[in-house]
T-cell receptor
Framework: KAGVTQTPRYLIKTRGQQVTLSCSPISGHRSVSWYQQTPGQGLQFLFEYFSETQRNKGNFPGRFSGRQFSNSRSEMNVSTLELGDSALYLC??????????????FGEGSRLTVL | AQKVTQAQTEISVVEKEDVTLDCVYETRDTTYYLFWYKQPPSGELVFLIRRNSFDEQNEISGRYSWNFQKSTSSFNFTITASQVVDSAVYFCALSEAVIKAAGNKLTFGGGTRVLVKP
């Protein structure tokens, strides 16, 4: 059974640019969550999508957005990149049939460096 | 607001020693889940355990054991007879109430880096 796949694994951008990260969940999983991991702030929840609808959102500015497609694949976008957006972005999928389960399966992440 | 504190930032042990990772949490919810995840150098977080707030029984899985004490808001994790492969960062996490059907939003602690030397 394939795990959670995130692309690209590494990318370098400059301030002001925008970036799109992709996540393919485990087959059959309908919930996709995104987390940002930085040395200073640790792991922080960005948002969660379930059946193409955003179900939860963390405390991040509007520059951070996401969406989920009918096949449960998800993308997140960060516009007008800032140096502080440099981080490991982790995607997690879950069966999550409408209630909190929390048993998340994580991908290896996309490491974004903003210069 | 929910909060998870892992006071130990790094622990170094010699192989075969036991190591205990502390986790203290804060929540106003009466129903919640607690978790431990392992993050090896590859980066992906690996699920280790989930504990419902109503279930205070301790759990053992191989060399891993967990001690949940609601009275002190703690959910500690012990690795018995540590091995080099246990070297990783370990995260404790808390989720919102099941009743809210709020989805999969976890609040993570800062993590504890465990280094097991041969």
């Amino acid at each position: 059974k394939a795990g959670v796949t995130q692309t690209p694994r590494y990318l370098i951008k400059t301030r002001g640019q925008q970036v799109t990260l992709s996540c393919s969940p485990i087959s059959g999983h309908r919930s996709v969550s995104w987390y940002q991991q930085t040395p200073g702030q640790g792991l922080q929840f960005l948002f969660e999508y379930f059946s193409e609808t955003q179900r939860n959102k963390g405390n991040f500015p509007g520059r951070f957005s996401g969406r989920q497609f009918s096949n449960s694949r998800s993308e997140m976008n960060v516009s007008t990149l800032e140096l502080g957006d440099s981080a490991l972005y982790l995607c997690a999928s879950s069966l999550a049939a409408g209630v909190t389960t929390g048993e998340l399966f994580f991908g290896e992440g996309s490491r974004l460096t903003v210069l | 607001a929910q909060k998870v504190t892992q006071a130990q930032t790094e622990i170094s042990v010699v192989e075969k020693e036991d190591v205990t990772l502390d986790c203290v949490y804060e929540t106003r919810d009466t129903t919640y889940y607690l978790f431990w995840y392992k993050q090896p150098p590859s980066g992906e977080l690996v699920f280790l355990i989930r504990r419902n707030s109503f279930d205070e029984q301790n759990e053992i899985s191989g060399r891993y054991s967990w001690n949940f004490q609601k009275s002190t808001s703690s959910f500690n994790f012990t690795i018995t007879a540590s091995q080099v492969v246990d070297s990783a960062v370990y995260f404790c996490a808390l989720s919102e109430a099941v009743i809210k059907a709020a989805g999969n939003k976890l609040t993570f602690g800062g993590g504890t880096r465990v280094l097991v030397k041969p």
